[in-house]
């Protein structure tokens, strides 16, 4: 058997030159245009343009889809309540039912909650009631506050008034209230009674 000296020997053969590839920028001007924002500028823009936190911003943006759900919900409203809101009510949920987001709730119900709360229609708390009941019943958010007596009073003046009268009404009841005031919380249900105020369920 004869000894192996040269590359040859080993039958390794050169590859040849390739040709320059030449691009025309055009080109990569096009397949850049056509590209979709990535993730990490996605991020960057959630945190600049409505004020989330890093940790809101990488949820948001950890799905293409749930990034989409978030801006179509933020509407015209506060981006850093409406990403909370979507983080810790909506996405919450529809975990744990194993669906979409936008399978339980479509982003205009999530627009026209946050409008009631932004507005002082209603507070945060009946603001997760309402959210329940359209899940629920698929009603409208608006007409479930309007039906439901769920509108906060707002008018102090009103509020005052009722809690004056009350007290008028019911001297006996004052009375054992100062004794015991535990019995305090009588008065309330009165007030709210008076005023159309819904009560708030406790867990």
Same mark, same amino acid.
């Given at each position: ?43 960057? *823009?959630?945190? +600049?343009?409505?004020?989330? !936190? #890093?940790?809101?911003?990488? $949820?948001?943006?950890?799905? =293409?889809?749930? /990034? ?70 698929? *009603?409208?958010? +608006?007409?479930?506050?309007? !039906? #439901?007596?769920?509108?906060? $009073?707002?008018?102090?003046? =009103?509020?005052? /008034? ?42």
């Amino acid at each position: 058997m004869r000894s192996k000296e040269e590359a040859h020997d080993y039958r390794y053969f050169p590859d040849p030159d390739l040709l320059p590839l030449e691009i025309e920028q055009g080109w990569v001007d096009a397949i850049k245009a056509s590209l979709p924002e990535l993730p990490d500028a996605k991020k960057a *823009r959630f945190i +600049a343009d409505y004020g989330v !936190t #890093e940790y809101d911003a990488g $949820v948001l943006t950890a799905e =293409a889809d749930l /990034a989409d759900y978030f801006e179509e919900s933020v509407g015209g409203g506060d981006g850093k309540k409406t990403a909370n809101w979507v983080i810790n009510e909506v996405l919450g949920r529809a975990n744990k039912a194993d669906i979409a987001p936008r399978q339980l709730v479509a982003p205009s119900a999530n627009t026209a909650i946050m409008a009631m709360v932004s507005s002082g229609e209603i507070s945060s708390r009946i603001a997760k009631d309402v959210l329940e009941i359209h899940i629920d019943t698929g *009603r409208d958010p +608006a007409e479930i506050v309007e !039906t #439901e007596g769920m509108k906060q $009073v707002t008018d102090t003046g =009103a509020i005052e /008034a009722a809690v004056a009268r009350i007290i008028a009404e019911n001297p006996a009841q004052v009375e054992k209230a100062r004794a015991n005031p535990k019995l305090a919380g009588w008065f309330v249900g009165q007030v709210m009674k008076a005023t159309g105020a819904r009560p708030i369920p406790r867990p």
